[in-house]
């Protein structure tokens, strides 16, 4: 499976520190990573035909695939859809997602149908979602599910470049049960359009790992409950001072180095006076774009930070990063003033 992102290292200090003295970490919390997400299911001839591999109608192997992936998709108020082809036909949404209805759906797919005359017009069904992602706001992923077996219509790659620029916050997510290298040729041109997520449908039919790293990676992460690892924090290393902070432009992790010099200044002296310590950088946003987004971006301001302390001679061993994204907002996000505030890097000192 290739991923478009990484597991996040949050909160490393902290795990360090609890293994060390036997305590359980805090369970994570899950945030969307998209705001709508649309299931595009091949329903054409050659999905009715076994799969090569494995000797099972395509068809039903989706059908327990779906299945599967829907018991892993957390309820975070996405609006989501079933588009099915061919025909092209709307099983459910949009919608809120309910993991029940959506259940209730997949298990109506059939698992036989017509093969000779039943067509592949992926393209096609492809372009036909411009009438879907209007509805939506914010950021999509269209998974696709589909054997990539193309002969009739408009050229897949084609359509979904057209649709990729019309809409910039589209991702096409794929699950293959290509079963031919033409087939496999064709969805991945289309994953390669973005940055997104290509998982072996045969794959996950038989490996719940592979469900669970699919559905994560293009629907939600998880990250640490704030409240909760800031009291914990306190439980396991009282000795942490707090030392200033630093702001930033909007959707920016760029580091002004004039206001930092500042912050560095008063770090140093600070740092030598406790030999050993280590430096935490937490990472902060307002509350504009998704969560997601933020946690993402807080993250990287508090990696921004640690590499210009880098660069003026702290040893980056002595730095760990964390990403509070818009949690753990300083004042009231309500104006433009307290939304400049909250966007910002605290900096601590612990023993």
Excluded at 82 to 97: A, D, H, R, S, W
Excluded at 118 to 125: K, R
Excluded at 170 to 196: H, M, P, Y
Aim: charged fraction near 25%.
């Amino acid at each position: 499976m290739q991923a478009r992102t990484s597991r996040f290292a949050i909160f490393s200090l902290v795990l360090a520190m609890t293994i060390a003295v036997g305590v359980v970490v805090a369970e994570a919390k899950k945030i969307p990573r998209v705001d709508n997400f649309v299931i595009l299911i091949d329903q054409s001839g050659s999905m009715f035909m076994e799969h090569k591999e494995r000797k099972e109608v395509k068809a039903v192997l989706v059908k327990k695939m779906l299945l599967s992936v829907n018991d892993r998709i957390p309820e975070l108020g996405y609006t989501a859809a079933i588009q099915g082809f061919y025909p092209n036909e709307t099983l459910i949404g949009p919608e809120k997602y309910s993991r029940y209805f959506f259940e209730q759906e997949i298990k109506k797919l059939p698992d036989k149908g017509k093969i000779f005359g039943n067509l592949t017009p992926l393209g096609t069904e492809i372009e036909a979602l411009d009438k879907v992602m209007g509805r939506f706001s914010g950021k999509t992923s269209v998974i696709i599910v589909s054997d990539g077996e193309v002969n009739k219509g408009k050229d897949p790659y084609k359509a979904a470049k057209s649709l990729h620029n019309e809409y910039t916050n589209i991702c096409f997510d794929v699950i293959s049960l290509a079963d031919s290298e033409e087939g496999e040729k064709t969805l991945r041109r289309i994953n390669e359009l973005g940055n997104c997520t290509y998982a072996d449908g045969e794959e996950m039919i038989s490996d719940a790992v592979a469900v669970e790293t699919f559905v994560s990676e293009v629907l939600y992460m998880e990250v640490a409950d704030v409240a909760t690892e800031e009291m914990r924090i306190r439980e396991i290393a009282p000795n942490i001072i707090s030392v200033g902070a630093g702001y930033f432009n909007f959707d920016s992790a760029e580091v002004d180095e004039t206001a930092w010099t500042r912050v560095y200044d008063a770090v140093v002296p600070k740092l030598g006076a406790k030999p050993g310590a280590n430096i935490v950088i937490e990472g902060h946003t307002d509350s504009t774009g998704s969560a997601a987004y933020n946690q993402q971006l807080s993250e990287r301001r508090a990696k921004a930070v640690r590499d210009y302390f880098v660069s003026k001679g702290i040893a980056e061993s002595q730095i760990e990063t964390l990403g509070y994204g818009e949690e753990m907002p300083r004042v009231s996000n309500t104006t433009p003033e307290g939304r400049a505030i909250n966007r910002r890097v605290d900096i601590r000192i612990a023993d």
